[in-house]
């Protein structure tokens, strides 16, 4: 997804978990957020296609536990259900983005099943066998969801129940907050799967996929990977965020305080970062200037041996295309280490961003290929 900026920091491990009311669900938003920005896309879902390629080479090298810090809509519940880590963080310059991700906690913490949580999504009626669904192939799912016609006043009533839930969790809302919480939901229900990435101010590209696309997507062996494929990888994500373990967080990557929190807590928590999710923030970053402080805060950021960024490259954007690009693709999804990142940025005035993308990215082939 063509997105958003973030920062990070960590110190040293302390000997004891962090406790008080600051580390309550809407006090860890407040505390770890800055105002936020503007960026000229929506941010109801990704434009990355290819955001499940990487999946096979994260369970091949155990890339797993941690923390995941990532940005964007629901392209991250993916990498969360893959990587099963204990804590997550979505950050986003757009306060919107952070409000839709209230919005999925409440579906969350609504819904049973995959069935469930995607009727109230797309504002459907639920079947009354739902329960005989849990089980059931992702297509399955989607083409009920396709079927029942909206009841606007039934869809009126649900989106009274998930706001009085989102205002449940404590996190300050304006009246311009829930209006647009309000036509997040509309938009969902409205366009249903057809639903498609947009951008402001720029034409609509053919490539640009639906929400039903990239549901269906798969990794690089072939299988669905969404976390909405199969059944355990939604309950867990459903029970990290029932236990206030997915933090949406409004965040620049460049600025003083946002990502510096994060890291700081996660070294708080005993914690290192298992997945960095940048998507292509850095192409942003090298425009503005500011890609040397990006640097720095991932320095800061405490790790593992196994720690790796996650980004996004758009050859088509770029006018060069990237070794690793597979057919079919306008993004490429590139996985590095930590340790290579850092080598790379050690003198970030002399890097370019091709050098970036291009250095060092992991083979993502499935092995035996």
């Not at 296609?49 to 629901?74: E, M, N, Q, W």
């Not at 066998?129 to 396709?146: F, I, N, Q, S």
């Not at 758009?314 to 006018?319: K, N, R, Y």
Request: net charge neutral; glycine share 8%.
């Amino acid at each position: 997804m063509l997105v958003l900026l973030l920062a990070f920091q960590a110190v040293a491990a302390p000997t004891q978990r962090p406790t008080g009311s600051d580390t309550t669900f809407p006090k860890l938003v407040e505390r770890l957020s800055e105002p936020g920005g503007y960026f000229d896309t929506d941010n109801l879902i990704s434009n990355e296609t290819s955001y499940l390629h990487i999946l096979g080479r994260l369970k091949r090298d155990g890339v797993t536990g941690g923390a995941y810090i990532g940005v964007g809509p629901d392209q991250s519940f993916s990498y969360i259900a893959a990587t099963r880590p204990a804590i997550a963080f979505v950050i986003d310059i757009r306060r919107d983005n952070m409000l839709i991700h209230l919005l999925f906690k409440s579906l969350f913490g609504q819904a049973s099943n995959r069935l469930e949580y995607l009727c109230l999504l797309f504002g459907r009626p639920m079947p009354a066998d739902r329960e005989a669904w849990t089980g059931k192939p992702l297509e399955d799912l989607l083409k009920y969801v396709e079927r029942p016609a909206i009841d606007s006043a039934a869809l009126l009533r649900r989106e009274d129940e998930l706001l009085a839930r989102i205002r449940s969790f404590g996190v300050p809302l304006s009246a311009g907050d829930q209006a647009t919480i309000r036509r997040l939901h509309a938009e969902f229900a409205g366009s249903g799967l057809s639903l498609r990435f947009t951008t402001y101010g720029r034409g609509a590209r053919p490539y640009y996929p639906t929400v039903r696309q990239l549901f269906l997507e798969k990794d690089l062996s072939g299988k669905h990977g969404s976390f909405l494929a199969r059944e355990d990888d939604f309950q867990f994500v459903r029970d990290l965020q029932r236990r206030n373990r997915v933090i949406p967080v409004v965040g620049d990557l460049a600025g003083p305080k946002a990502l510096s929190a994060i890291g700081k807590y996660v070294a708080e928590l005993g914690e290192h970062v298992s997945l960095l999710y940048t998507s292509n923030v850095e192409y942003y970053l090298f425009q503005q200037g500011s890609f040397e402080r990006f640097a720095a805060n991932v320095r800061s950021l405490p790790r593992g041996p196994e720690s790796v960024m996650a980004r996004s490259y758009f050859g088509s954007a770029m006018g060069q295309p990237h070794p690793q690009a597979v057919a079919g693709y306008m993004s490429v999804q590139l996985l590095q280490t930590f340790t290579s990142f850092l080598r790379h940025a050690a003198d970030p005035a002399a890097l370019t961003y091709w050098e970036l993308v291009s250095q060092d990215a992991l083979d993502l082939t499935p092995a035996g290929r």
